[in-house]
Structure formats: C-alpha cells, structure tokens
C-alpha cells in the first residue's frame, strides 16, 4: 500500500516566499519537491490527485503550484483548467512536471493554462531558475493588480464627484427616458438639461472622442457653460458657440464633442434642435411608428474650429403634443453583435416602425439593442434620450404667483423712489440685430443693479417676448401666418435666418426704467423699432377668437403679465409696465 502525505511539512515563518502546492500521485516525487521547496524557503502543502488540488487551492490559496499530468480520479489539464477560472483576475503561476515528452501534450500544459513546465527526471538547478523566474512574474502581476486596484477605487471616487458635478444640475430627469451605458468607469457621453427664465427646456446630448477618463474631463466646461448660459436665456446658438470656443481652447488636438441640442419652447408649438456630428435626431409620434423630422448633422462637432457659427445649423419645427425627440450617440448605432455586425441605424428605424402600445420607445430599443449585443464587448459609451413633447417637462411657471403685482391695485410709492430707481437706454442698428441677442445682457444687467431674483423669470419672458416682435415683425417684415402652412415653422425660420443676414438697415430701441419701493416695485419697458407698424388691436382680437393659430400665444402671455401694454406709433413702438409688491 502506497503511503500518503497531504499534511504540510513545513511551519511557515517570516522568511516564507509563500505557500506551494505540490500534486502529484507519487509520494516520492512529492517528497523530492518538498525537501527542494524547504530550502527555497517555502510553506508546503500537497495533494494526491487533480481534484484534491483543487479542493487545497480553494481552501489555501497557494502562491505557486507543481502539478502533475498523469493522475488518478482527475488529471492535471483538468484540474489545471479548473484552478486557473478559480484564480480569475489573480496570478497563480502553476509549472507542469511531467515524464511526458509528447509534443502534443506540452502543448496542452500551455493550453489549459500552465505557466511553464519540466521534464522528469527534472534538472534541481533548471526547476530552482523556473521557479525564481515565476516569482519575478507573479510579482510583477501583483505590483500592477495593486496599482489598478487603486486606480480603480480613485476613478469610483472621481466618478462620484464628477457625476455630481456635472449631472446633479439636470432637471426633470424623471420626465426623460434615458439609457446612459458607459463602457468605462467614466463615460465620455453627457446628458444635460436646464431651463431658460422664459420656461423653455434644453437638453444637450454630447459625445467626445473615445471614452473613459480623458474623454469624460471635457464634460466639466460644457455644463457650466450650457447650464449658466440656458439660465440666462441665451439663444441655441449662442449657447453652442460659446461651448464650442471653450473646447477649442481646452481639449487637445484631435479631441473633440459631437452634439445633439433640443429646445422645447415653453409655448408648446415648437421645437428648436441642431445636430452636430452625431447620427440624426429622430422626431416621431408617440409609438415613434412614425418620424416625423429626421435632423441630419449639419454642423462640425464642437471644438474643432474656435470661430464656427452654429446659427445656420438650427431647424426649427411644429410638433404635436405626445410626439418624441430620440437622441442616440454613435455607440447604439455602431453597438456591435458576437459576430461583429453593427446594430445600425436602419435597424433602429425597423424597431421604431414596429412600434409597442406597451413599451415606451426607449423601452423597445433598449431591449432590442441588449438581444443583439448579447455578450460582445461594449466598445463605446451608449447613450438614448427620449424627450416627450408635453407640458409636463416645463418648469412649473405661475402666471400669477402671490408675490407678483395685483393689476387692480396701485403699488405703493414712498418718498425714496428717486434715490432706488434706474433707466438705461439700448439701441443696436442693422447687423448687429443678427450678431447681438441683447434680451440676456439687460436681464443679467438689472439683475447685478436691481437684485429681482423672484421677478427674472417673468420680466425676461416680457422684454425678449416684445424684442423678438420688434425683430421679426417690425424689422424682417415676418407674417406669422406662414407658420400655418404645412412646415410652417421650419420655413418662416429659414426665411428669417436669411433677411437677418441681408440685414443692413433698421434699428430697434429698448428703454428699460425701474424703480423700487419699500413695498415692492415697477418696470416699464419700451421697445420701439423702425418698421411701419401693425394692427394691433385686430391682430390681438384675432389670436383670441381663435385659438388654433399658430402665433401670438406669447403675447397673450405678455399682456396677461403686465400690469398695463399699450401699442403705439402704429403699432410699431410698445410700452409694458410690469409691478409687483412684496409679501
């Protein structure tokens, strides 16, 4: 009877180079290798066979084994296999002794797993360089597992900080479907929302160039930029040509964001969008059967050339309530399957062509796009937004908050009204009507001067209400009525972009006076422009009998602000007079 010896023989102490597992059904080969480890310095454990190495690995950890090839119960490519899934990401150096000289069979040490191996009888000095030289690499292995694992924990913690900066600032997210899949710890795609004072909703989907860390630092500047510029009610392309000048500035050469920018307007008749280097934005129905508006990217993606204008890259269209904006970064479309074919927009529009009472329609491509992807490796950052076009994404914005004026009552002046009262003056001439949005600068302006934090909101939606009359219907000599024709809205905007630009006379004029009281306060606006003027009155009478028409909403909202709006001038100069008192 063969005698055993699984027990360890050697006490392990602080000269220990770690702990060896030596399998092999032959006692005498077991004890050859122990008394050689000994004096390698090495805690010795033993098994008899291939499934009691791994019943020993899963108990011991080991830092290095010795294994045998032909073996009773299990052999060693079995029990090698095995160990080497049980050691996932660690490196268990294992070295095949074997009396094997079969090429075959060497080949399948390395095939199952085996880091090296050694004829028998083995050479003790040719075994004792195979061993240091494994030490060298499970060393090596472990130094960088250290490393990663702590690049790893700081990259969690980065992550953290980051997405709080640049996503905690979004709102409404819960009225968006979104499906942001990162292929790293970091993503390079980012989601941004925000409100403009007037209540419009922007949302900005943008994409860098690759992924991870390096691609994600960009994120930080565009959503300062886009939220502090959105609060202050500037223009789509306003916002966009001031992001795409902080990235030229910042992001290294061949770095860049690809965009997908939507506004949904606060008056629910339209929608703005601007696609920069990213596949089309979608606009469909509600079960997204239908598109509507296919947006192709028009523009260069962000960062490339500090001076592109992004204004003639901006559509602007009709929607219906309940109809949807799909936005998806390059990494849905170019998603890859185990076979290596691309998802492609084309199958996407064959998902949405479907349709589903049941699902939403991220909801079915998401499943769609998992089905296809299987377990392939995710080779980008997967980004889809669902914009619905319905009140309920807006800002909730009273229009006649408590501490808002009461028309029927007079605001109380007192004594001090001279010494906390301001006016100033504001002219912009021919081209620089198309150059210069001046709405943000004077409502940042009497901001800084006047402090009407609670007021903002409503005066910003009065004066850029009136200044955009002034523009399009004074200036441009714009008739509304084309935004009922069939795309309406997308043709009176390309009109309009196109006699902003042969602008080269006309002038606009705003006065602004405010004046505080210890009891609230008063803001008269004027703006008068060069044009000849309109109807107003029947224009206004118009609007309310019918409430289908597709313009004027605004300035029924105007005039319901105010405490007084008087035309004058034919129509072509208009006071509005907006108070309040304070609570």
């Known amino acids: 009877m063969q005698a055993t010896q699984t027990a360890s023989t050697t006490p392990p102490d602080k000269q220990s180079k770690g702990l060896a597992l030596v399998v092999d059904d032959e006692l005498s080969n077991r004890i050859v290798l122990n008394a050689l480890l000994k004096k390698m310095n090495y805690t010795i454990i ?59 069979a060497l080949a399948r040490c390395v095939e199952v797993g085996g880091d090296d191996f050694l004829t028998k009888p083995f050479n003790h000095t040719v075994l004792k360089s195979k061993i240091r030289a494994m030490e060298r690499i499970r060393d090596l292995h472990r130094e960088v597992k250290t490393l990663l694992d702590h690049r790893e924990h700081e990259e969690e913690i980065a992550e953290k900080v980051f997405s709080g900066a640049v ?29 403009a004072p007037n209540g419009d909703l922007n949302v900005l989907l943008g994409d860098f160039t690759g992924h991870g860390l390096s691609a994600a630092l960009g994120a930080l500047p565009v959503s300062e930029t886009f939220r502090a510029m959105t609060i202050k009610g500037f223009s789509v392309d306003q916002i966009l040509n001031e992001i795409n000048r902080k990235l030229h500035a910042l992001l290294p050469t061949g770095m860049f964001m690809a965009a997908q920018f939507v506004r949904i307007n606060h008056t629910m008749d339209s929608m703005t969008l601007c696609c920069c280097g990213m596949p089309d934005i979608l606009v469909t129905n509600i079960t997204g059967t239908e598109i509507k508006h296919r947006i192709p990217s028009v523009a260069l993606p962000l960062g490339i050339v500090p001076d592109t204008d992004y204004l003639h890259s901006i559509t602007s269209i009709s929607a219906d309530l309940e109809d949807r904006a799909l936005l998806a970064s ?22 949405l062509a479907k349709g589903s009472t049941k699902k939403s329609i991220l909801e079915s491509i998401t499943e769609a796009l998992e089905k296809f992807c299987s377990d392939a490796p995710q080779d980008d950052d997967i ?15 009273e229009d006649k908050p408590p501490s808002i004026r009461n028309k029927d009552s007079e605001t109380k002046k007192d004594d001090d009204s001279q ?101 609230g306060g008063e803001i008269v606006i004027q703006v008068e422009d060069s044009g000849s003027g309109f109807d107003y009155n029947n224009y206004i009478a ?38 309040w008192n304070n609570h």
């Open 330 to 351: 390059d990494g849905v479309t170019e998603a890859r399957s185990p076979d290596g074919e691309y998802f492609s927009q084309k199958r996407l529009e064959n998902i």
């Open 419 to 519: 010494e906390n009262s301001l006016k100033f003056i504001v002219t912009l001439e021919g081209p620089r009507l198309l150059k210069i949005d001046p709405v943000p600068l004077l409502i940042n302006q009497m901001q800084e001067l006047e402090g009407l934090k609670e007021q903002r909101r409503i005066i910003f939606t009065i004066l850029s209400e009136l200044y955009i009359n002034a523009l399009d219907h004074g200036i441009l000599n714009l008739d509304s009525t084309l935004k009922a024709e069939p795309g309406g809205f997308t043709n009176y905007f390309t009109e309009r972009e196109k006699r902003l630009e042969e602008l080269l006379k006309g002038s606009i004029t705003i006065s602004i006076y405010s004046c505080l009281y210890s009891t």
């Open 46 to 104: 033993q098994a008899e066979d291939g499934a009691q190495a791994i019943e020993r690995f899963k108990e011991s950890q080991p830092d290095i084994i010795f294994m045998d090839i032909m073996m009773p119960i299990m052999d060693g490519f079995d029990s090698t296999t095995q160990i080497k899934a049980l050691c996932g990401n660690t490196f268990v150096p294992i070295i095949f002794l074997t009396a094997m000289t079969d090429e075959k």
């Open 167 to 195: 996503m905690t600032g979004n709102v409404m997210p819960e009225k968006l479907k979104t499906l942001m899949r990162p292929a790293a710890v970091f993503s390079g795609d980012v989601l941004l929302t925000a409100y």
């Open 383 to 397: 980004s889809l937004v669902e914009v619905p076009f319905l009140p309920d994404v807006l800002a909730v914005f």
């Open 542 to 579: 118009n609007i309310q009998s019918d409430s289908s028409l597709p313009s004027g909403r605004g300035l029924l909202l105007t005039k319901e602000l105010c405490k007084s709006l008087t035309y004058s001038n034919s129509g072509n100069k208009v006071e509005a007079i907006y108070a």
